[in-house]
């Protein structure tokens, strides 16, 4: 009896295992650790279209919080115009950019937003193109209708970035250790940090004098590096030397005409009251003394005055007690000294009257 139990369950667990092996695909059944491991093909797709630098995208700020975000038109044309990028979402390749932006979407990986400013600000025609504050839109659907979407996904940080973030702690403390660079190393840092706030503010002077005489003259408003002032732009935005497109309104006639003889009246009174050559040596040479003060501080210096000063206080002391003890020796003496000139007016007193 106990045999022939034995032998209904083998034939149970065999024929069990013979219909879960019928039933399984190898081709798509995993074990579940190698099913946990795998990342999404979404995700792994939002990332690589993220690096992409053909979809154009800006930064902005979101809820406090500053992210990334394109608009929907420019993402529709930017999958026209690379369809391989379809492929690593292997099964799903097949579906259009809304179904694509919509799992997106339900997957967290994306957030539609909307412009915090709706309406024309005066003196533009229209809304900005790349709005710089953004909030969440109520319907986290797909549009190309002036929609923005922007990635909720921390992107991987390159190599320069890390590097460049470890290398502040040693920055600050080499500018902190600047008193004590050799004579030589001086020179070069106050000389290329002279050269660079020159280069700027030359910049600056130059980009003001575009802006003004071209709109003066022209109506136009043209600024050279038009995000040189920017606080929310990238590196490579930060350094576009073309402007962009003017959406303001054209400037009046009577405008232009009264700007321009304001300047005209700023110029002569700042060539009227200009310094001469004497205030200008003047000032330079309190400048330079300032600059020679700090260059030529040396910790051996420091130390050689603190020691003058210790023994000037010293000689002092000593000159203090000399002329306290010269003092009490005359008053010491005095009184012999008046009892002599006592004793001499009695004997010339006494001479004067035995000669009368």
């Known amino acids: 009896m106990k045999k022939a139990g034995a032998e209904k369950k083998r034939a149970r667990r065999s024929s069990a295992a013979v219909k879960s092996a019928a039933g399984r695909d190898p081709a798509t059944d995993t074990p579940p650790r190698k099913q946990g491991n795998k990342k999404d093909v979404f ?25 990334e975000y394109f608009r929907g038109k420019d993402f529709v044309t930017f999958l026209k115009n690379h369809p391989e990028l379809k492929d690593i979402l292997e099964s799903d390749r097949h579906l259009e950019v809304e179904d694509i932006v919509n799992m997106l979407l339900s997957k967290n990986l994306l957030v539609r937003c909307d412009r ?35 990635w909720t996904f921390v992107n991987k940080r390159p190599l ?41 503010l030359c910049l600056l002077l130059v980009r003001a004098l575009i802006f003004g005489a071209s709109w003066i003259l022209l109506g136009k408003r043209i ?12 590196l490579r935005e930060l350094f576009r030397f073309w402007p962009i497109k003017d959406e303001e309104e054209k400037p009046k006639l009577t405008a232009r005409l009264f700007y321009a003889i304001v300047a005209v009246l700023a ?23 300032i600059i020679d003060d700090v260059l030529e501080w040396d910790p051996r210096l420091a130390l050689s005055g603190m020691m003058d000063s210790m023994q000037s ?35 010339d007193k006494d001479l004067y009257n035995d000669n009368i």
């Open 160 to 200: 320069w970035q890390t590097l460049l973030s470890l290398s502040w702690p040693v920055l600050t403390l080499a500018i902190c250790l600047f008193p004590v660079y050799p004579h030589q190393a001086k020179l070069l840092i106050l000389y290329s940090c002279a050269g660079i706030l020159l280069l700027i």
């Open 313 to 347: 206080e010293v000689n002092g002391t000593e000159t203090n007690n000399n002329v306290t003890d010269d003092g009490g020796s005359e008053k010491a003496a005095s009184p012999d000294y008046v009892e002599h000139e006592h004793d001499e007016s009695a004997d």
């Open 116 to 150: 915090v400013v709706k309406t024309v600000r005066p003196g533009k025609r229209k809304l900005s193109t790349w709005p710089a504050h953004l909030e969440i839109f109520p319907e986290q659907e797909f549009s190309d209708n002036d929609a923005f979407f922007a």
């Open 267 to 289: 110029i002569l009174l700042l060539r009227h009251h200009a310094p001469d050559e004497a205030a200008r040596a003047r000032y330079q040479k309190r400048v330079s003394n």
């Open 223 to 234: 600024w050279i590096f038009p995000n040189i002032l920017a606080e929310e732009a990238t």
């Open 43 to 67: 995700q792994l797709f939002a990332e690589k279209v993220r690096d992409h630098k053909d979809l154009v995208s800006r930064w902005a700020v979101l809820q406090e919080t500053r992210v």
